[in-house]
């Protein structure tokens, strides 16, 4: 798979990207990422990517120009047709769902907006995907745009150690109707810390009183947390 992103600070992504699955994946040849800085491709002396809001109002918009430029030029690198998305607070929310469609991707390109926005004009042209990360303020897409990078990377085969795949779609906890779950509470050593016992339950040795007692814990934590998980 191959990943472009645009964005005005590429100095970003290398550091978060570079360690850990994402760094992984990418030594075995499963994934490789190519940071474009939209600055780059201003066509003014000041290299000026933004300007004030038509209509007033605080803030700065960024230009169509470059965001376009940069985009045509990205693409040309590489013959696969890409996936495009724009980051933005007005996108659909991200979901495990979308993470495993893009992750059959060969090719996705992600637009990291940063200021109050992108001129819309830009992003009417690029025909996007548009997505959210969640209902809370950043100051850019490139979190987020990173946020999904790690999601999709750690999907693709072969990006997880064995022990690991339980993460995987099939073996994520599931409720009574099929709903997917909260995991439940983790313990290892010492049996008590702090003066406080690890449940009975899991050194019972009682395999199948563990399970059950794991069942009701998913639920009571996906109830009390997010019930909207169980009844949407
Ligand atoms: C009142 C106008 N604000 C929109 C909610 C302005 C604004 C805030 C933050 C415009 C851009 C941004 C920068 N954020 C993103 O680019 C962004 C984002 C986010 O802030 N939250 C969750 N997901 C995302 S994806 C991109």
């Not at 696969?80 to 607070?89: E, F, H, M, Q, S």
């Not at 991707?105 to 548009?130: C, K, M, S, T």
């Not at 209902?135 to 064995?162: K, N, Y």
């Amino acid at each position: 798979m191959r990943i472009d992103v645009l964005t005005l600070f590429p100095e970003m992504f290398e550091p978060v990207l570079g360690a850990s699955i994402c760094g992984r994946a990418r030594a075995a040849g499963l994934v490789d990422w190519h940071i474009t800085n939209i600055r780059d491709f201003a066509d003014n002396k000041h290299a000026k990517v933004d300007d004030r809001p038509f209509g007033g109002g605080p803030g700065m918009v960024m230009m169509c120009q470059p965001v376009w430029d940069a985009v045509q030029a990205v693409e040309a690198l590489d013959a696969r047709r890409a996936r495009r998305i724009v980051l933005t607070p007005q996108g659909r929310p991200f979901t495990q769902a979308i993470a495993e469609e893009l992750s059959r991707d060969e090719r996705v390109l992600l637009v990291a907006g940063h200021y109050e926005g992108i001129d819309e004009r830009v992003i009417e042209a690029i025909e996007p995907l548009e997505i959210s990360v969640g209902d809370f303020v950043l100051s850019g897409g490139e979190l987020p745009a990173m946020l999904m990078i790690d999601a999709i990377v750690r999907l693709l085969p072969g990006a997880l150690g064995h022990q690991d795949s339980a993460a995987e779609d099939s073996f994520m906890p599931r409720g009574p109707a099929g709903q997917r779950l909260l995991d439940c509470p983790h313990y290892t050593r010492p049996r008590e810390w702090q003066g406080r016992p690890v449940p009975e339950v899991l050194i019972s040795g009682d395999h199948g009183a563990v399970e059950r007692w794991r069942a009701e814990q998913m639920l009571a934590r996906t109830k009390a947390r997010r019930p909207d998980l169980l009844d949407p």
